[in-house]
């Protein structure tokens, strides 16, 4: 085992370093897909999600969550964009979204050099890849050519997993979309960079299961600090982060944080205790020395291409929206 470590080591560094161009793809996507447009779509997405991160760097997550959240319902197809009293953005399970204006802003300019050329779907795929660079993890090429759908229903937001789902039902919605029980794990990692507020797991930390304690799974070290940070009584909106060691970077200590008992939220923390995804944890919090989760840095790409290519409707299928907030 020991004598074959520094192979693993130089597989996993080759890998990373061949991301940027090693997607095939079989959804109809293609990688460079707008190059022959004088469009630089790519370059203008990169330019707008790096000014709205310096003037806010909290907007990498929302955008990361933005694309999920527009996945899996009906797709990678912008739907979530759509503005409207019974539209997906309206759904109680899309309160608190954020970074419609980042998506705004770089459709604008993109419809200044190429009107009705890319797609919101894609700007937003591009934009969550941007995301995750600039806080630090891994880059890698996103496979192009999207369309936008013209149908957005706050009813089929219900497909989206909830801070308190069980993992059997976590399971069962990432299989729905063609995902598999790693890729729940590998996805939930982007937690590291992410927040949610108290309302959605502060009942986990005094009266769970009106036993009066907290949750027994729950590190007794780290409750009073979210005790602290979510008192009885406090401000059920108040943002807190969901990796307490290192909640501004990309990496692997919020996966260890799970195999720790330090997950804030609960979906996160039975991720350790289910025998279907304790493996895959295992995996990545393990190798939180020497290089810094190259795995988990190889890995989670893989994994974004996957949910990214979820549904897409291509070719005549859709249409690339002028505003990204209604259908043409």
Same mark, same amino acid.
């Given at each position: 085992m020991v004598a074959s470590e520094p192979v693993s080591l130089l597989f996993l560094c080759t890998a990373l370093l061949l991301l940027r161009g090693s997607f095939v793809h079989s959804q109809g996507l293609q990688i460079g897909f707008y190059d022959s447009y004088p469009c630089d779509a790519e370059d203008i997405v990169r330019s707008t999600v790096e000014q709205?991160?310096?003037?806010? %760097?909290? +907007?990498?997550?929302?955008?990361?969550? #933005?694309?999920?959240?527009?996945?899996?319902?009906?797709?990678?197809? /912008?739907?979530?964009? +759509?503005?409207? %009293?019974?539209?997906? =953005?309206?759904?109680?399970?899309? &309160?608190? #979204? =954020?970074? &419609?204006?980042? +998506?705004?802003?770089?459709?604008s300019q993109l419809e200044a050099v190429c009107p009705g050329v890319v797609s919101c779907a894609d700007?937003?795929?591009?934009? /969550?890849?941007?995301?995750?660079?600039?806080?630090? @993890?891994?880059?890698?090429?996103? *496979?192009?050519?999207?369309?936008?759908?013209?149908i957005s229903l706050a009813s089929g937001a219900s497909a989206l997993p909830s801070p308190a789902d069980p993992v059997s039902v976590q399971r069962q919605k990432f299989a729905d979309q063609g995902l598999s029980d790693h890729d729940l794990v590998t996805l939930v990692g982007a937690h590291t960079i992410g927040q949610t507020d108290c309302q959605f797991f502060s009942y986990r930390l005094f009266n769970f299961t %009106?036993?009066?304690?907290?949750?027994?799974?729950?590190?007794?070290? &780290?409750? *009073?600090? #979210?005790?602290?940070?979510?008192?009885?009584? @406090?401000?059920?909106?108040?943002?807190? %982060? #969901?990796?307490?060691?290192? *909640? @501004?970077?990309?990496?692997?200590?919020? +996966?260890?944080?799970?195999?720790?008992?330090?997950?804030?939220?609960?979906s996160d923390q039975r991720l350790w205790s289910d025998a279907a995804t304790q493996g895959a944890v295992q995996k990545y919090a393990g190798n939180v020395r020497g290089l810094l989760g190259l795995r988990f840095a190889y890995e989670f790409p893989r994994a974004m291409v996957r949910m990214s290519s979820v549904a897409v409707k291509t070719g005549g299928q859709g249409e690339a929206r002028r505003r990204c907030s209604r259908i043409n």
């Open positions: 709205y991160y310096d003037r806010d %760097a909290t +907007i990498a997550p929302a955008l990361l969550r #933005l694309h999920f959240h527009d996945c899996f319902v009906q797709g990678c197809d /912008a739907s979530v964009l +759509i503005s409207g %009293a019974s539209s997906e =953005r309206s759904a109680p399970q899309n &309160f608190g #979204l =954020r970074g &419609f204006e980042v +998506i705004d802003d770089a459709k700007i937003l795929a591009l934009a /969550a890849r941007d995301a995750v660079d600039l806080t630090g @993890g891994p880059s890698w090429s996103v *496979p192009l050519g999207r369309r936008d759908g013209r %009106a036993t009066g304690n907290a949750d027994p799974v729950q590190n007794w070290a &780290f409750l *009073p600090q #979210l005790r602290a940070l979510c008192p009885p009584g @406090g401000d059920p909106g108040r943002r807190v %982060a #969901l990796d307490k060691d290192s *909640p @501004g970077a990309f990496d692997v200590s919020f +996966i260890k944080s799970v195999r720790d008992g330090n997950a804030v939220l609960e």
